[in-house]
């Protein structure tokens, strides 16, 4: 369905020095670095998968997805899509996706969203016949009908982001592009959309491959992701791989009955540990401490938390694929797969 | 008035770099209404030489270029977005924001404007009128630039700005009424562009229009520097001139201030 | 069939942002108001300015006051055109690009020209439009104008190959923003060489008159096809000009505009 060989897409960046003069000399004779926003990355999808592509802030993510929707060409590597090149013939290759950003909108801004619709039907050539049928669809499940005569700069975050994924699927497309679908929404509004997805990809094996921020939307609709980091993949796999490989990793909760006595523990020095073996936080009332338990047993370290300090609850958890990868952004774990 | 320096610089440094960021973009502006300028001069130019004779209304053809590029220089330096920002400042609510500073609201736009004209005098105004000056030189024969004309030029300049910017900000309060201000504020650029003489020499108009027009206060923003610049005025109109640029000015300070206080007390009552 | 459903299509999209622009105008009815004022006002001031002239000399270069009027009307004609239906090629210089919001219109099945210029409908055009006609219904009768149906035909071509010359113009140097991000001052530059066509170019001098002629040639979308009309010069060169300026431009804008595309890098992460 979807493969990407060797991606790389490289920028050319002006460096302005400052002054008028630097402005003057960077505008005949510029001088250009160049960075690397994607850098040899592969990977492929099967119809019908959810991916979900999960990396820090300038990553590449965006670049990817940029990409493989034809809005960037590659400057080397490969990408085909349904058999499709993206950036070759892109009229004919957006007919089959659809695209969605969600830190800007593709509706158009003063129209009312039922006119945005008829202008993307036109856009798309569907039928009316389909186009009928479609919006009953798309109405049952992301609930359009309530703000469907509206201008869309008055709707809501929420009623904008279910429009815009609605706008983006009216052509029945096989392969959909989320690009940070949940960003910048309540919770509630956030799983009103994951469930969307979900049910778009179970009704007509939509592939969907989305970037996000927030690790929820992972866990619930995808089985597979794609870590990327500095522009390169870090991981590759199945959240249950990724948790079972760093399963190690335990949290342990507590609440002191005393917040000032938690100073007297000091478990790197008691247990001898190294800076990413373990790790305290606290939000002023739970303590979480995420240890390596290959390194420190949990009867040793409950054993000394308990007869340090008076503690009001404690408990002892896998940590959570959240709590796995900030380790991994943070280098704490090392992946050497 | 040392203090107000003090306070109010960080804003002219404010403007200077604002004007530096985006001089490329100015310069192209400006360089496009340049354009205008040169159409004016070689219509002018056929004007003289399809009629035949050597004057009109008093203008030489040397006297009209040079006028048509000063008017231009002249409106340019003169010309004040202080309209647009307060409009702006009306629509976004923000004009409330500026009760609560223990800053004058009219100073700090004031002089963030004198910053972003450091930039437009060096970079625009000076090159120009050397080349005005050239132009004469070049044509007559003889250097023309006379001192004492200059200085009385910069100082009815002045004058012309500071009128410029205390109107500006007062129709700005019109967006309490007219909202979107695009339109209202295109429509006033072409009215004060006209009625200050930037279009046409307020000499050509037939003489009982030509009068009125020059006691507007508009004729103080373009027309009176520039024809204290080219010369066409003499010692009595020059004083009479001046007296009436001060008065618009005064004017149009209070008239800025009460509208400001009436604002003050809408918004403290109305809640903004 | 291929072809008529496209059009079909095309105005029906046109159809949908028109209905929208003027539902926005009823909206702002003020600012409209104001603005196409401003806009009748700026005419009627540089009519007035004319007259003013006139009444002092016998004629401009050999053309009579009413003959000025009727190049300055026809001047009128496709400069508002264009300005109403490819308005928006000045947000691409001005902040489609800069902003990165071109990205949806790559991600649409249709030219990427088209889903940028039928978007918008600018309305502010009526009142340039509505001034070009008054000036030529003024002119037309104190003139002698050759009126047969092969010059009417050969008026509505002029008018249309006009417009193009002024929208590749704004194509050329809107695309520029692909490469430096914005391009608006640019536009505006190039853009206001328009106002020499109101004249007769012969009252300015040589090297002026070849820019306009050859190299930004908004001297073929007024003086010469109007003067076709006026004095009866060379069709071919008058008119035929007209058509192959308005061609080379439209060829060159969209090769560079398409060059832009290829070239465009969105806009941050």
């Given amino acids: ?337 | 008035m040392r203090k107000i320096f003090k306070i109010y610089k960080p804003f002219t440094h404010a403007g200077v770099l604002l004007a530096a960021q985006y001089r490329a973009n100015f310069f192209f502006f400006i360089l496009g209404d340049i354009l205008r300028c040169f159409i004016n001069y070689f219509l002018w130019h056929a004007v003289f030489t399809s009629g035949g004779e050597k004057t009109f209304a008093g203008f030489s053809e040397t006297d009209m270029v040079v006028y048509i590029f000063i008017s231009f220089l002249t409106s340019v330096i003169a010309y004040s977005d202080g309209s647009y920002i307060v409009g702006e400042e009306i629509r976004d609510g923000n004009i409330a924001m500026r009760m609560i500073k223990p800053i004058r609201f009219d100073l700090t736009f004031l002089f963030q404007e004198l910053g972003e004209r450091l930039i437009t005098v060096t970079m625009i105004f000076l090159p120009l009128m050397l080349g005005v000056e050239i132009y004469k030189f070049v044509v007559t024969g003889v250097i023309g630039f006379n001192i004492l004309n200059f200085v009385l030029y910069l100082f009815s300049l002045i004058l012309a700005y500071l009128i410029s910017f205390y109107f500006n900000v007062c129709y700005g309060y019109s967006a309490f009424v007219l909202k979107n201000l695009w339109g209202a504020n295109f429509l006033k650029d072409c009215i004060v562009g006209f009625l200050s003489g930037g279009v046409i020499p307020l000499a050509f108009l037939p003489p009982a229009l030509s009068v009125a027009l020059n006691i507007l206060p508009f004729a103080s923003l373009t027309y009176t520097p520039v024809m204290i610049y080219v010369g066409m005025f003499d010692a009595p109109t020059i004083i009479i001139s001046f007296a009436l640029q001060i008065f618009w000015l005064v004017f149009f300070f209070i008239l800025q201030q009460i509208i400001w206080n009436a604002c003050v007390k809408r918004m403290s009552v109305q809640g903004g | 069939m291929r072809i008529l459903h496209k059009i079909h299509r095309t105005f029906k999209l046109h159809r949908i942002f028109i209905k929208q622009d003027l539902k926005k105008l009823m909206e702002y009815k003020i600012d409209f108001l104001t603005g196409a004022i401003g806009m009748l006002l700026t005419q009627a001031i540089n009519i007035f300015f004319l007259s003013v002239i006139f009444a002092r000399i016998p004629n401009l270069e050999g053309y009579s006051f009413e003959q000025i009027i009727f190049i300055y009307g026809f001047a009128l004609l496709p400069k508002s055109i264009d300005h109403l239906f490819f308005d928006n090629l000045w947000a691409i210089g001005y902040f489609i690009i800069r902003k990165g919001d071109f990205d949806k219109y790559l991600t649409r099945p249709v030219s990427t020209l088209f889903a940028v210029t039928v978007e918008k409908f600018q309305v502010d055009a009526f009142g340039e439009l509505f001034v070009g006609v008054l000036l030529l219904g003024y002119s037309v009768p104190k003139i002698t104008l050759n009126i047969s149906f092969l010059n009417v035909i050969l008026f509505i071509i002029s008018i249309i190959f006009a417009t193009f010359i002024y929208t590749g113009v704004k194509l050329i140097t809107s695309s520029i923003a692909f490469w430096t991000k914005r391009s608006g001052s640019i536009i505006y530059m190039f853009y206001m060489i328009n106002e020499f066509a109101k004249y007769p170019t012969t009252i300015y001098n040589r090297a002026l008159r070849a820019v306009i002629t050859y190299i930004v040639p908004f001297a073929f979308t007024a003086f010469f096809p109007a003067s076709y009309f006026i004095t009866g010069g060379n069709p071919w060169y008058n008119i035929g000009g007209t058509v192959v300026m308005s061609v080379i431009l439209m060829a060159v804008g969209i090769f560079v505009w398409n060059k832009g595309v290829s070239a465009y890098e969105s806009a941050g992460s």
């Fill in chain 1, 1 to 337: 369905m979807i493969y990407v060989e060797n991606l790389k897409k490289e920028f050319k960046k002006t460096i302005k020095e400052p002054g008028l003069k630097g402005s003057i000399k960077s505008f005949f004779k510029p001088k250009n670095e160049i960075i690397t926003a994607v850098n040899d990355i592969s990977f492929h999808v099967a119809k019908g998968e959810v991916l979900g592509f999960i990396g820090p802030n300038g990553a590449g993510k965006s670049t990817v997805i940029k990409m493989l929707t034809g809005i960037l060409t590659p400057t080397s590597g490969r990408c085909e899509i349904n058999g499709k090149i993206p950036y070759k013939n892109r009229k004919n290759y957006v007919k089959e996706i659809g695209v969605v950003f969600g830190q800007r909108t593709q509706l158009w801004w003063d129209l009312a969203l039922r006119e945005t619709y008829t202008v993307l039907k036109e856009i798309y050539e569907v039928d009316d016949e389909s186009y009928k049928k479609r919006m009953a669809f798309l109405n049952e499940v992301l609930e359009l009908e309530e703000f469907i005569t509206s201008p869309v700069r008055t709707l809501s975050l929420g009623q904008r982001m279910r429009a815009d994924i609605a706008a983006s699927l009216l052509h029945s497309p096989k392969v959909l592009f989320l690009d940070e679908p949940t960003i910048g929404l309540d919770v509630v509004v956030k799983d009103n959309i994951r469930k969307a997805i979900k049910a778009i990809n179970a009704e007509e094996n939509t592939t969907v491959i989305l970037t996000t921020h927030d690790l929820q939307d992972v866990e619930n609709l995808c089985e597979r992701i794609v870590m990327i980091d500095k522009g390169s993949k870090v991981f590759d796999g199945e959240i249950s791989a990724l948790k079972s490989k760093f399963g190690s990793s335990r949290e342990m909760k507590f609440v002191p009955e005393n917040p000032e006595s938690v100073s007297a523990l000091d478990y790197k020095k008691e247990f001898n540990l190294r800076d990413g073996d373990i790790a305290v936080e606290d939000d002023g009332y739970t303590y979480s401490v995420r240890f390596n338990s290959n390194k420190i047993g949990v009867e040793k370290l409950l054993n000394y938390t308990l007869s340090t300090i008076h503690v009001k609850d404690i408990n002892v958890g896998d940590a959570d694929i959240e709590e796995i990868i900030k380790g991994i952004y943070r280098s704490e774990v090392k992946l050497d797969a």
